[in-house]
């Protein structure tokens, strides 16, 4: 950045919406209430509730008694002597978070995890599939709900820190009159980021503490546009090289950092809970070309391959079985993955009813570099077929096109990816108020 | 049953049937055994996982005659362990007692009444040549696949073609085919499925001056070579329809000496690690080979060759490219191309009885 003396021209920041960062709502405690639901409506907080414990999180309805995280467990029982207390079963609130990061990763392989209940995602590569990025957070959120029966709030920005920030506008809020729910998702539009950032308070800016806070107040800086219209240099001689110069960005909404997924997916798979036992061979096997069909599309859209194919079968009372087979050469195609899915559902017996059936695929490669396969041409040009497929399906959404055997009368009963991966549809809609569209 | 043989003749001979014997005998545990029948002065000793099933005759010096099953693998290992000369084997219906030199051994032995009843070879019987034959198995057979879930592609295909045999086989990645004109083994139109690991074992007793014989049963089939019998199931289904796979014309033709470029491969493919392909730079006058892993480094040669057609780059995995280069034989060879992405053809100039067809790896 050369220029110092004033803000830079918008043409240098990012003019679309592409970045969600979703945070759970007092995710422990919303975890808990799920296991013990009689404390629903009560304050609960989950933390070290001896002498010395601390909270590790609070209900909403704990929060209108001014109770926070990070307070001293004593100070909470204090101020809210009836609250419940419970004691923190990290492994388990891994294993939710687990899945949540999971649903996040089907939408979109660039997840950034922050903690277990705070993720960025960049979604702009998902907004052919799902539409635009403030529809996919409301996607997100349904399923999350539909999914863990949790909530999340979600920001959706041009930039990282911009998403951070609106997201705490969404967040349901405590009040001494109970918990007041929040919008769920906040926008801030593309070319109002100025706008939306410059009234608030300094201290909203991620990584300015009360030290840095007092060293902005001696320059007369309260608010984040005080800080926009000072000069760099200025800001970068009161704060330092790193952090002057960091602040001074954000403040002008640049954020250059991109969302970087600490993980590359070790599986991708397709599952779905069926309304009603299927019994029928015939008609699971069409499931199966569905799902290898989603599976491909989604490998290929990552750009990834895989060398193990899993099938999973849970039958009617539960018990759930996983079959795998692995190819010598990493496979992306559908007809591939479906041969193999295939090979494995021929030694399971469906008659006593499947509940639920899962292709996926493990083992993955980048899928840039493949050893292709005579099976490729065998199966009339796979090759080009699949990357005309891709094509139609990114230009037209992902029920263009799909396996001639899953074409009904009229429409392809292509599965919208995402669309019950977790179970059959909902007769009706959630208690929870998912924000309206 | 009773009879004394020469400890190295023995040796060979429980190798030999040994080898078509599973680890510890499966479903059926009787199969970890070798069978032993002996009449007269012949000693069969047959091993079988019942898809494959290798028989060995064996001359001896027979005494009385008899039945009896040994545990397979430490039969062989006591027999490869103890000293030169002559070996003297008494079995009765417990008990196997074997004595050479100064050293005694006492067997359990395994019910012979338990071991399964093998198909007996069909009497229709032709003659292959046999030097023929083992070269055709050592060009065919390493592209078949080693993947059993895809049970077709582990065998190697025999088919009637115009006057003669041809053999085929295939991982997907590659297809070998290997005719051998003149060689009336089927009828016409016939064709079998065998399973590659059965020709493996048929080429390692396979001989260049032995007279082979194959009698073609309806799920079997036996070779036999000299004292040695080696029988296979055959494996049921259709094999993909290779032909059309094999491009009609191929607009781009390297020609190129054999050890010249298989030198040249087996350098550079050093540095094409963790499965990264070997790029074929081909233009005119020179093949260069490329090999690029990341985080370890890179590898490049140039191969004089002549080259006809646009110049182009097409990746291969290493190994696939080396084994056909390999099992083409012949001084001078051919690699024919499409485009980066369809099937490469490997010829030996001057022989058309020979090609490797070989999928190249897409880099995008």
């Known amino acids: ?437 | 049953m009773k009879f004394r043989c020469e400890r190295e003749a023995f040796e060979r001979a429980l190798g030999l049937a040994g080898r078509a014997v599973s680890g510890r005998g499966g479903a059926l545990p009787v199969l970890s055994g070798v069978h032993l029948v002996l009449e007269g002065d012949t000693l069969r000793l047959t091993g079988s996982d019942l898809d494959l099933t290798i028989s060995v005759e064996l001359t001896v010096a027979g005494e009385q005659d008899g039945v009896a099953v040994l545990p397979a693998k430490l039969a062989a290992d006591i027999v490869r362990a103890v000293a030169d000369g002559k070996v003297e084997m008494t079995v009765d219906s417990e008990e196997a007692h074997l004595s050479a030199g100064r050293s005694e051994f006492s067997l359990r032995v395994i019910p012979a009444d338990e071991f399964p009843q093998l198909p007996e070879p069909s009497a229709d019987a032709v003659k292959i040549d046999a030097t023929e034959f083992k070269d055709a198995l050592r060009q065919v057979t390493p592209a078949a696949s080693a993947d059993d879930s895809r049970p077709i592609l582990t065998g190697v295909l025999m088919a009637a073609e115009d006057d003669g045999l041809r053999l085929v086989a295939t991982d997907s990645y590659r297809l070998s085919v290997r005719d051998l004109p003149g060689s009336t083994v089927l009828a016409s139109d016939q064709s079998v499925l065998v399973p590659s690991r059965s020709l493996n074992e048929l080429a390692r007793v396979l001989g260049d001056d032995d007279d082979l014989t194959l009698r073609l049963g309806e799920h079997d089939a036996t070779f036999e070579v000299g004292a040695v019998r080696v029988t296979t199931r055959l494996i049921e289904g259709d094999f993909p329809n290779y032909r059309g796979l094999i491009p009609s014309s191929q607009p781009n033709k390297l020609t190129v000496n054999r050890e010249a470029l298989l030198d040249a491969v087996r350098r550079v493919r050093l540095l094409a690690q963790e499965s990264t392909p070997l790029r074929l730079i081909m233009k005119d006058g020179v093949l260069e080979l490329v090999a690029v892993t990341q985080d370890v480094g890179q590898a490049q040669e140039a191969v004089d060759a002549s080259f006809d057609g646009a110049e182009l780059t097409v990746a291969f995995n290493p190994e696939y490219l080396l084994n056909g280069i390999e099992v083409t034989g012949g001084e001078e060879i051919t690699l024919e191309t499409v485009d980066e992405l369809k099937p490469a053809l490997l010829r030996r100039v001057g022989s058309d009885d020979y090609l490797y067809l070989l999928m190249p790896v897409r880099v995008s």
């Open chain 1, 1 to 437: 950045m050369a220029d110092s003396s004033g803000p830079p021209a918008t043409a240098d920041r990012p003019d679309r919406l592409r970045i969600l960062h979703v945070d759970m709502d007092a995710f422990y405690a919303s975890v808990e209430l799920l296991r013990h639901p009689e404390l629903r409506g009560q304050p609960v907080v989950v933390g070290g509730s001896a002498e010395r414990g601390v909270v590790a999180a609070a209900s909403y309805e704990a929060r209108s008694f001014g109770i926070h995280s990070a307070m001293p467990s004593v100070r909470a029982k204090r101020l809210c002597p009836h609250a419940v207390f419970l004691s923190g079963d990290h492994a388990h609130y891994a294993e939710v978070s687990g899945r949540l990061m999971e649903i996040l990763r089907s939408y979109t392989p660039l997840v950034e995890p922050l903690s277990l209940d705070e993720a960025f995602l960049d979604v702009d590569g998902a907004r052919r599939v799902y539409g635009e990025p403030p529809r996919i957070a409301r996607l997100i959120r349904r399923q999350i709900y539909e999914q863990e029966g949790l909530t999340c709030s979600v920001g959706v920005a041009s930039i990282k820190f911009l998403a951070k920030l609106a997201t705490d506008q969404a967040k349901p809020k405590a009040s001494p009159a109970g918990p007041v729910f929040g919008s769920g998702i906040s926008v801030v539009a593309p070319g109002g980021e100025l706008e939306y950032l410059h009234p608030l308070p300094v201290r909203s800016l991620w990584g300015v503490g009360p030290k840095t806070l007092a060293k902005l107040e001696r320059l007369g800086v309260l608010t984040i546009g005080d800080l926009a219209r000072l000069p760099q240099a200025t800001v970068i001689s009161a704060l330092g090289e790193g952090q002057g110069r960091h602040l001074w960005l954000l403040a002008n909404a640049i954020d250059e950092r991109e969302v970087e997924p600490d993980q590359a997916p070790k599986s991708i798979s397709h599952e779905e809970t069926f309304a009603t036992d299927r019994h029928d061979r015939a008609g699971l096997d069409v499931e199966l070309v569905r799902m290898a069909d989603a599976v491909s599309s989604r490998l290929r859209r990552h750009q990834l391959a895989g060398r193990t194919v899993q099938l999973k079968v849970r039958f009617h009372d539960f018990h759930t079985i996983t079959r795998s087979v692995s190819a010598r050469e990493p496979v992306d195609t559908g007809p591939a993955i479906l041969r193999a899915a295939r090979q494995l559902f021929d030694q399971i017996d469906p008659a006593p009813g499947v509940r639920l059936l899962g292709v996926g695929v493990s083992g993955l490669v980048d899928g840039a570099v493949r050893q292709l396969s005579l099976d490729d041409l065998m199966e009339q040009d796979w090759t080009q077929a699949t990357s005309t497929i891709d094509d139609i399906r990114s230009r037209f959404g992902e029920a263009a096109i799909g396996p001639a055997s899953l074409a009904a009368s009229g429409e392809l009963k292509l599965r919208r990816l995402g669309d019950q991966q977790w179970g059959p549809d909902r007769p009706s809609t959630p208690a929870e108020p998912i924000d309206g569209e």
